[in-house]
């Protein structure tokens, strides 16, 4: 007989008894296995995991760090630069009020000289209704007629610009328009191709106070009324102005140097400060001490206004009486004289201006600024670093300082201590 399956006696066979058993054993085995596993988990994560404060409490001390800088050798200087205008001392229209002599209206007939050109004494600067408008060397401008049997101090002026271009002798009584002015009047005029009636009309002489003049500026054509043309005169060395701010002033002492460089010709010259002074919306200017401008045999009023001369000056005012515009807030400006004069073509230039306060003489040992420390006894220091991280020594080396400027000190060391080109000092840390 087969064999038959035996059953228990609830009706399971041993066969279903069996594969529950197994069943039973494996849910077992995986439990103790996870909770083997979680246990490890747990040993492992206490043996190597580290909170923050293992961390911190586990750290080393960091490698110490510092900012070095090198010792250089170079030429240390305090400069400003800034920019500024060249312009000539005074601009003159030489045709304003001009009525030619013997004509109902004034017209330009010719023009022999162009902008930019120098005007020396004796030149003819424009002709006007056939006569000439000659440049001579004087203070204070023309404001009559002269003539023979005439004395004044505009005669004495008229005759030592004569004297000066070789025609006056000297030989009339002091002050007086006497025969031999008239003689070199005459000579004069006829030197320069035009007939004269041995009379000196006022709108024939231009006087300029310093040559050389230029023109430097005009609307002027042939045929044109004078009255509606113009033709600037500049006299005067050309300068130089700069607009100053506080930082400005401070460098710009009278007799600092400056040097002078204009992009745009591509020349470089230097100059030196004149002064400073305050201007006015309106013009008006006052010298400040060291300026250059004073008042002359004129003098200028009205308004708020005024013009007003300061100790030192060499600029003088003419003859007449000018009127002043109404006053407003001072811009302060300095003034430069270029130490050689300067050509037609830098005029109106505008300019780069580099103010040099102190120099160090030559090439000298230099450090940072941020170099230079004061310690407790007060002696001036640096320190020098030699080596990195756990090798690094810092010496501490007392110096004397010199001229600073351009972020740079110069520096000499004192007592015995060392400092070499290409040594690095310290300036900070991270």
């Known amino acids: 007989m087969g064999n038959k399956t035996r059953r228990s006696s609830d009706g399971d066979s041993d066969e279903e008894t069996g594969r529950a058993s197994v069943r039973g054993r494996r849910v077992v085995v995986v439990v103790l296995a996870s909770a083997l596993v979680l246990t490890a988990g747990g040993w492992v994560a206490s043996t190597f995991m580290k909170t923050p404060a293992d961390v911190v409490a586990e750290a080393k001390p960091p490698v110490p760090s510092v900012i070095t800088a090198k010792v250089t050798k170079r030429v240390v200087s305090n400069q400003v630069v800034t920019r500024g205008t060249v312009s000539s001392t005074q601009l003159t229209n030489v045709l304003d009020a001009r009525q030619a002599v013997g004509a109902s209206i004034t017209v330009v007939t010719g023009d022999p000289l162009s902008v930019g050109d120098e005007i020396k004494n004796g030149d003819v600067i424009v002709q006007l209704s056939g006569r000439p408008v000659i440049a001579l060397r004087g203070a204070f401008p023309a404001y009559r007629d002269l003539a023979e049997g005439m004395t004044g101090h505009d005669v004495t002026q008229l005759q030592e610009a004569l004297h000066a271009l070789g025609f006056y002798d000297g030989k009339d009584p002091a002050r007086t328009f006497g025969p031999r002015t008239t003689a070199a009047v005459i000579a004069l005029y006829e030197s320069k191709g035009y007939k004269n009636q041995a009379t000196v009309p006022v709108s024939e002489v231009f006087f300029i106070s310093s040559f050389p003049a230029r023109i430097e500026s005009g609307s002027i054509t042939v045929g044109a009324l004078a009255s509606r043309s113009t033709l600037n005169v500049a006299t005067g060395a050309p300068s130089v102005r700069v607009n100053a701010d506080p ?37 008006n200017q006052t010298a400040a001490p060291g300026g250059n401008q004073s008042g002359g045999s004129g003098n200028q009023s009205g308004g708020s206004g005024s013009q007003s001369g300061a100790s030192g000056g060499n600029r003088s005012g003419g003859s007449g009486d000018g009127v002043g515009g109404s006053g407003g807030r001072g811009v302060q400006v300095v003034d430069i004289t270029p130490d050689a004069l300067l050509s037609a073509e830098w005029v109106g230039q505008d300019v780069r201006v580099t103010f040099v306060d102190g120099s160090s003489e030559g090439e000298v040992l230099a450090v940072p600024v941020s170099a230079v420390s004061q310690r407790g006894d007060g002696a001036t220091v640096v320190t020098v670093v030699t080596g990195v991280g756990k090798d690094m020594i810092q010496t501490t080396v007392e110096v004397k300082t010199g001229v600073m400027g351009g972020g740079y000190i110069e520096v000499s060391p004192l007592g015995g201590g060392v400092l070499s080109p290409g040594d690095d000092v310290l300036i900070g840390t991270p």
């Open 247 to 283: 930082q400005i002033l401070a460098v710009a002492k009278p007799g600092v140097v400056v040097k002078i460089v204009s992009e745009s010709i591509d020349q470089t010259t230097t100059g030196k400060v004149a002064g400073n002074q305050t201007t006015t919306p309106s013009g």
